[in-house]
């Protein structure tokens, strides 16, 4: 039996897959969920301490808010879906020292149409 086969291993999440799918649940609720109500609609083999840890990180990232309920926190996205993505977008862009660099690569690999998109957006920034 090799190592990716032992029934002990875990399949590991991409960084920020937790955080995503945490926002996506909170995003589609329409009332503020405690971390035992976000764990109930993700899928199973998460812990709670993993959902809380990763709640109180979004909140220290002004990403989601909470309000005390009783014992509990509860939890309330700040944004909708783009908001999350615009967010990690910048994480990301925070990683690298040289922003120019990464920008150019990035608007490079747009298509035609989202280059223009971004294009026109940036203008209408400057008027």
Not at 15 to 28: C, H, N, R, Y
Not at 40 to 59: D, F, K, N, Q
């Amino acid at each position: 039996m090799t190592e990716s086969d032992s029934p002990n291993q875990r399949q590991r999440r991409k960084p920020g897959a937790l955080s995503a799918e945490i926002l996506g649940v909170l995003s589609e609720s329409d009332e503020a969920l405690t971390p035992g109500e976000i764990l109930e609609l993700l899928p199973e083999g998460l812990s709670y301490s993993a959902v809380v840890t990763t709640l109180t990180r979004l909140y220290e990232k002004e990403v989601v808010t909470r309000e005390r309920s009783g014992r509990a926190y509860r939890y309330r996205a700040t944004g909708d879906q783009t908001a999350l993505v615009a967010w990690r977008m910048g994480r990301i862009l925070d990683t690298e020292a040289d922003h120019a660099s990464v920008l150019t690569r990035f608007v490079s690999a747009l298509n035609e149409q989202d280059e223009q998109l971004l294009r026109d957006l940036l203008n209408k920034q400057d008027d």
